[in-house]
């Protein structure tokens, strides 16, 4: 494994991890029914994320960057490995970056500091839709990983073939000497 590749498998797995420790609370919302307590939780789960200290949110959003700056290194190579792999990866991640602009930031402000028009009823249906979204987004890095791995095991395949063909060919050659 080289730099590019932990460049993209390491922020990707602590992602993962955050939105492991996100799930505690969505899985509760999306399919353990909205009580009173599941909604009290959800919102100090996510007050408690979006009040982090500027550190934290700035790490998180450079752990972005170095994903994509790996990703794009990756696709550089410009073979047909890279391109399936490395590109489908990239989309991936770049849907990924869409549902969090998109939907994640807005939704948390929702939940945090709503608006004067906003009722609890709205904040309410924002955190069903952020945690959706946090299960959208764990699925789009899950997909990255299982790209990445297929793409090693696709090198190590046509390494142990190719190694199989020389091989091959140098015994062809001893037979006919």
Not at 82 to 101: E, I, N, P, R
Not at 122 to 136: G, K
Request: proline content about 3%; charged content about 15%.
């Amino acid at each position: 494994m080289g730099f590019r590749q932990a460049a993209v498998l390491g922020p990707v797995c602590f992602f993962l991890g955050v939105l492991f420790i996100c799930f505690n609370v969505d899985h509760r919302v999306l399919w353990g029914g909205l009580s009173a307590d599941t909604v009290e939780d959800g919102f100090q789960f996510y007050t408690t994320f979006f009040n982090a200290p500027p550190a934290i949110k700035a790490m998180l959003h450079g752990m972005v960057g170095v994903v994509l700056v790996g990703l794009l290194g990756k696709l550089h190579a410009w073979d047909d490995s890279a391109m399936f792999f490395d590109g489908s990866s990239l989309v991936a991640v770049m849907f990924g970056l869409a549902v969090y602009l998109t939907v994640v930031v807005p939704t948390l402000r929702t939940i945090v500091t709503p608006l004067a028009s906003e009722t609890r009823e709205e904040q309410i249906e924002a955190m069903t839709v952020l945690s959706a979204a946090n299960v959208i987004i764990a699925g789009c890095l899950g997909l990255v990983l299982l790209l990445q791995a297929g793409q090693e095991y696709a090198k190590r395949a046509d390494a142990r073939e190719q190694a199989a063909q020389a091989v091959a060919a140098e015994d062809k050659k001893m037979k006919t000497q």
